[in-house]
């Protein structure tokens, strides 16, 4: 999809209020819960990951699945299969997540 010039100078202003970590890790965790149920589960992570990476053709479906595959035996503490916000916290801290959320205007 794309955005129009409103919704992204919407969504520029609203990144602007994020003050601190714990709101760029629950706006991120957001993200990634595409049902909404405070879980992320493998196929919701597959999903994302595909989506971040577009269609690139340099990453093959089981490339994909095995990330997925080894972030959660990593990541998901409770062997649920699923990620809490705290296991994705966990996962996040592995990641300069705050230079994901900040941008240089020229």
Known sequence: ???????????????????TTEQ???????VYDLDGDLRIDAEELYIMLKSILGDAQSYTEQQLEHVVHAT?????????WQLTFKEFKQLMNTIDLF???TFTVC
């Not at 919407?10 to 994020?18: D, Q």
């Not at 959660?72 to 649920?80: A, C, E, I, K, V």
Request: charge should be negative.
């Open 24 to 30: 760029m890790y629950q706006l991120a965790f957001t």
């Open 99 to 101: 230079s994901k959320f």
């Open 72 to 80: 959660m035996l990593q990541y998901d503490t409770d062997g649920d």
């Open 1 to 19: 999809g794309s955005l129009t010039l409103q919704e992204f100078v919407t969504a520029v202003e609203w990144f602007g209020t994020l003050k």
